[in-house]
């Protein structure tokens, strides 16, 4: 289940990267695409902060926070035995991923890059696809966990005997 988990990663990293390359080439001049009228728009912004831009001076303690969760997911995600858990820790980790890229590499500089967020809704705020991925990611995080869908399930003792018996063969 990790390489499902590191695939759907993989592309919510290159949807997001590419549609903000997109939104850079294409909204740059202040342009705005209306998609739904005042209720869906598309506007290039560049947010140093959190969500709602929060926190906008303290944008490095983002890119510290997305790393922390870019480990903390990777390491959840090699136990997972489930697939809604691999499709819901992948959103996640795609999404973290993309986010500390941009905090990393973009502009004004190294650990405080913006976030380059496009997807006006109604004014209310501004984000992109990593944001997608990161609030379904969650939701379905919070649904398994209200369901009492596990992370991973016991194995059983035959696969515990292949699984240190492939560990052994491979030392």
Known sequence: MFR????IAAVVLAADQLTKYWAESTLSGGQTI????????????YNPGAAFSIG??????????????VVAVTVVARRVTSRAWAAALGLVLGGATTHLLDR?????GFARGHVVDFIDYAGFFVGNVADIALVV???????????????????????????????????
């Not at 499902?4 to 695939?7: G, H, K, Q, T």
């Not at 990393?104 to 004004?108: A, G, I, K, S, V």
């Not at 966990?145 to 063969?169: K, W």
């Open 4 to 7: 499902a988990v590191v695939l």
């Open 34 to 45: 209306s998609i739904l009228g005042d209720l869906l728009q598309l506007r290039l912004v």
């Open 56 to 69: 906008s001076a303290y944008t490095w303690i983002f890119a510290v926070f997305a790393a922390a969760a």
């Open 104 to 108: 990393l590499f973009r502009e004004p």
């Open 137 to 171: 990611g969650v939701g379905i995080i919070m649904v398994l966990n209200v369901r009492g869908i596990p992370l991973h399930t016991a194995a059983t003792p035959d696969e515990t005997r292949s699984d240190e018996q492939v560990s052994s063969s491979g030392s």
